[in-house]
């Protein structure tokens, strides 16, 4: 589509009718792919051609005008070229204005970061439109630290307003800031506990990132706010967003003082060098002068072989450990380290005498907090707990899950517990290979020895390796019986681990309520049973377990935190794969019944992708139950 | 094929509590009987009889608060001890007597040994860590006039001075002052202009004791971490770093160097007395005897060269007397 300029006075609406029917009806692609690029070029130095242009999009009528304005902002090659290309359509209408400011912002959310550049660009680069960017930036703001919407929305939209959000900040001029820092200051903070209070990682982390650039903008000189998180693609490429590359067409050089105050800010205040007035210079020995050599050679020396490093020795006896680690006597830490360091071997050597103190041995280590620095010292208290756990399974998961529940514990505790029983079930379960430790195709669940918040995704990791593997898991039951093979010792003890800690969770304590404020606990204890059902498999009380589950996971399906969704959802998957296949059709039909329809609404209306993809795999796991019952001959 | 190492000669025992500082007093001639001053955590200072090896008079005068410096004042008849009560107190020990006779306060909270120069007959000069942070106090006894105070320079950032030592190159010379201090640092300070003239980082840690060869102008720190470090003073007054040596374990709480410059001992924090010899630092032995870190070494003054000892004494209460190399 070509126009050929004269002087000629033409009315371009019927163009924009065109452009406006053709773009309705989701023909944008064909059409702007060529109208764009041309109109960039002709546009580029030509005034008029620029007109022309705006008249062109502002002659699309209304009900057309979305179409068109949706697939130039996403066409465009930049927001320099938007700008000439819209000129300030959505100062002029309405409903440019809404699709811009709105809808695409705040009510779409699948855009690129491309176009949100663009779309954010092309606003601040105009007086008039201006204000509209602020505008946006109060809504986005808005949202931002609504905890409602923090619950609610999905992590996706979540991450699309903050992108936007901080493309909006890298665009605020300096009078701007300064006019409009305490609502950023209020918003900020409220944002802020919103996220932190989030059950998802990924989530607090977006908080605490978009949380920083704003402290960034508002206190250029002075402390900024600084999190701990670990740097992934996810939030570099966030942080890169607050600062703009200029274009090279005129643009207030705000971005380039950006850059430099971030640079000023940066800049570690030189410490004072010690300036001694005469450093350090070595002087090589030279060969002392001949007369000194001799007289130092009538001293000869000793022996000095057994001049080693001194080494602490570690007690050798349980009881000995016990009186380091518990023994109010502080001054030898050294032996309290080395103390620390050998327990887990000690244990593991001398069961016998570890079962005689057991339960006071897990008293002490779940209440060992770290006297001096060593390195891995939770590594290695989480080991010894293992290792007593797994010597002496029953007393001490009896002591341990009534500790769970017990007043007086920090959260940190209770799921440190958690993590014990889950890590001490899993070796339990696992069977000792003597020998060849080949297992065929079978993937050992791999939970991680740190805890930390990310065991979660090594558990759910865990349920969906298995779903992928069902169908050889039962190739996999077979060849087990041909290794070497020994008794289950998770059979004896998987109840004593699992009932306890589904007991009490709807008594809520002083300290401690799970159904209330401690969501993340509760979200990790859910994950813990889904973990202790499967690794439950081929034991005996594996269908008392899943009916106890069932009824658990039934009573809190509609939680609010989509942590503790996901981890209900690894219920079922864990209790579908672990209870065989007759005990579930025959002891548990209308609640699985109940429980599919549960399933179906999930998959459609979960906000979070997760759980709805967790649902669909549950769904398909019974419809695979369903047509194996189906296939067995009656 | 070298021997193994010596035993020690005798070893003392009854001082009941960790022995923080040693020092003999043998040199007198006969009858005299050669003994050994030792101060403990409890506050008492022991006066060992090397005769009999069992304590002769126990003196306690710092209030049962830990004595970490004794040192004799020409001859076992007078004596300065220095405790954690914040106190220096001088002894009058003649004829049998045991007062205190004169004694200053210090108000310093630290651990930093004071440092005694003789400079005329009854007059000595004595350098101490004073109540301010970084402050060396060099008093004038027995009058206990200040001569003057030793103030680094602001933004020096030395940290406490933790070992001190006053010498002059000969008599009538001016005196010196060496000092190590917390950040690692040696500084050389002249007394009498007030100033220092020359500075050395020799560590990393803190600096816990040096020692001083006034003849060959070197010197030797030890500190808390696994070196050495040997310096040497040039003529024109400047501290410069001779050589280091690594140690099999960290942590040095004394050096001292015998007096007739042949050999030093090290007290290590892993329970060694380390000997090595002066000339270049050579290692001559490790006595391994001690239990627990070994707080002090001194070597006597016995006129006789072979009767010539070497005590350490140690956390674990006791302190071994050896005799090393005495034959030279």
């Known amino acids: 589509v070509c126009f050929i300029p004269g002087g000629l006075d033409c009315s371009i609406s019927f163009v924009s009718h065109v452009l406006g029917k053709v773009c309705v009806h989701g023909r944008q692609k064909e059409i702007l792919g060529v109208l764009v690029p041309c109109l960039t070029d002709v546009t580029k130095s030509d005034c008029i051609w620029q007109r022309i242009c705006w008249r062109l999009v502002e002659c699309v009528p209304d009900r057309w005008m979305e179409a068109v304005v949706l697939g130039f902002v996403q066409r465009a090659p930049g927001a320099d070229v938007l700008s000439r290309l819209l000129g300030n359509l959505v100062v002029k209408n309405k409903k440019a204005q809404f699709v811009v400011t709105q809808k695409m912002l705040l009510l779409q959310y699948g855009h690129t970061t491309a176009v949100l550049q663009n779309l954010l660009g092309y606003l601040s680069l105009e007086s008039l439109r201006h204000t509209l960017l602020l505008r946006v930036l109060q809504e986005l703001l808005e949202t931002w630290s609504s905890s409602s919407a923090v619950k609610h929305s999905p992590v996706e939209q979540q991450l699309y307003i903050s992108k936007a959000i901080l493309i909006c900040l890298s665009h605020l001029k300096e009078p701007e800031i300064e006019s409009y820092r305490q609502e950023l200051l209020t918003s900020m903070m409220e944002g802020v506990k919103c996220h932190l209070d989030s059950s998802l990682p990924q989530l607090r982390r977006l908080g605490m990132v978009v949380a920083e650039s704003i402290s960034l903008k508002i206190n250029t000189e002075g402390p900024v706010l600084k999190f701990e998180y670990e740097e992934d693609n996810e939030t570099r490429e966030l942080k890169s967003l607050l600062v703009q590359t200029p274009p090279f067409c005129v643009v207030p050089s705000l971005p380039d003082d950006d850059r430099s105050e971030e640079a000023g800010a940066a800049l570690p205040l030189v410490p004072e060098s010690n300036e001694k007035p005469h450093t350090a210079a070595a002087v090589t020995p030279d060969e002392e002068s001949d007369a000194e050599l001799d007289s130092d050679d009538d001293l000869v020396p000793y022996d000095m072989s057994e001049d080693k490093e001194l080494k602490i020795k570690a007690p050798v006896y349980i009881r000995d450990c016990i009186e380091v680690l518990a023994g109010s006597r502080s001054e030898d830490v050294d032996k309290w380290e080395a103390t620390v360091k050998a327990l887990e071997s000690l244990v593991r050597k001398n069961p016998a005498a570890t079962r005689e103190v057991s339960v006071e041995l897990a008293k002490i280590l779940l209440h060992l907090e770290e ?264 | 094929m070298a021997l193994p190492p010596p035993d020690p000669q005798f070893v003392l025992r009854g001082t009941s509590a960790a022995v923080h500082t040693l020092h003999f007093s043998c040199g007198g001639p006969e009858p005299d009987i050669p003994l050994l001053f030792s101060g403990s955590e409890n506050g008492f200072i022991h006066v060992w009889n090397l005769k009999t090896h069992r304590v002769d008079t126990a003196l306690d005068g710092h209030g049962r608060k830990s004595v970490y410096c004794v040192q004799t004042m020409g001859g076992k008849d007078r004596l300065l001890s220095q405790g954690r009560d914040q106190r220096i107190c001088l002894w009058d020990l003649a004829e049998g007597r045991t007062s205190v006779t004169d004694s200053v306060f210090t108000e310093h909270v630290g651990f930093c040994r004071c440092s005694l120069l003789k400079v005329a007959q009854g007059r000595w000069l004595m350098a101490m860590a004073a109540r301010s942070l970084e402050e060396v106090q060099i008093l004038e006894l027995p009058s206990k006039t200040s001569v003057c105070t030793l103030k680094p320079e602001v933004g020096a950032k030395l940290g406490m001075p933790m070992c001190l030592k006053l010498w002059q190159l000969n008599c009538g010379s001016q005196p010196v002052l060496l000092a190590g201090y917390e950040d690692g640092s040696v500084v050389l300070w002249n007394v009498s202009m007030g100033k220092a003239l020359s500075q050395l980082i020799c560590h990393q840690e803190p600096v816990m004791s040096l020692d001083f060869d006034s003849e060959k102008a070197k010197g030797i720190s030890g500190s808390s971490e696994k070196v050495l470090s040997i310096w040497s003073l040039n003529e024109q007054q400047n501290l410069q770093v001779y050589k280091t040596h690594e140690l099999v374990n960290a942590g040095i709480s004394d050096i001292t160097i015998r007096p007739d410059k042949k050999i030093l001992a090290t007290a290590g924090w892993d329970h060694r007395i380390r000997i090595f010899g002066w000339k270049k630092l050579k290692p001559l032995a490790v006595l391994d005897y001690h239990t627990a870190t070994v707080h002090c070494v001194s070597f006597s003054d016995h006129s006789n060269p072979r009767e010539r000892l070497l005590a350490a004494g140690s956390k674990d209460q006791r302190i071994s007397v050896w005799s090393i190399y005495a034959q030279t």
Request: net charge neutral; proline share 4%; charged share 25%.
């Open chain 1, 371 to 634: 006297k001096t620095c060593i390195e891995g010292f939770v590594e290695l208290r989480q080991r010894a707990q293992v290792a007593v756990l797994t010597t002496d399974p029953i007393p001490v998961a009896k002591y341990l899950t009534s500790q769970f529940y017990s007043l007086n514990y920090s959260l940190r505790q209770r799921m440190d517990i958690l993590d014990v029983l889950v890590l001490a079930a899993q070796e339990l379960s696992c069977p000792k290979f003597r020998g060849k430790t080949k297992h065929s195709g079978a993937q050992k669940p791999c939970i991680q020895l740190l805890p930390g918040s990310d065991s979660s995704k090594d558990w759910r990791r865990v349920v969906d390796e298995r779903i992928k593997s069902k169908t050889r898991r039962f190739d996999m039951g077979q060849s087990r019986v041909e290794l070497a093979s020994c008794p289950n010792e998770f059979n004896s003890v998987a109840g004593h681990f699992f009932f306890p800690l589904i007991q009490h969770f709807d008594r809520p304590l002083t300290t401690f309520d799970l159904l209330g404020e401690d969501h993340l606990v509760l979200g990790r204890l859910v994950h813990t049973l889904a973990v202790l059902m499967y690794l439950a498999v081929n034991t005996v009380a594996v269908t008392a377990m899943g009916k106890a589950l069932l009824e658990f996971v039934w009573a809190l399906r509609f939680h609010t935190d989509s942590y503790v969704r996901q981890g209900l959802l690894s219920c079922i998957s864990s209790l579908l794969l672990s209870v065989p296949t007759e005990r579930i059709l025959a002891d548990m039909t209308e609640e699985l019944l109940e429980t599919q329809s549960w399933l179906g609404d999930v998959m459609e209306k979960d906000p979070d992708g997760d759980c709805r993809r967790l649902a669909l795999q549950n769904l398909l796991l019974m419809e695979n139950l369903k047509k194996k019952l189906e296939a067995v001959p009656s």
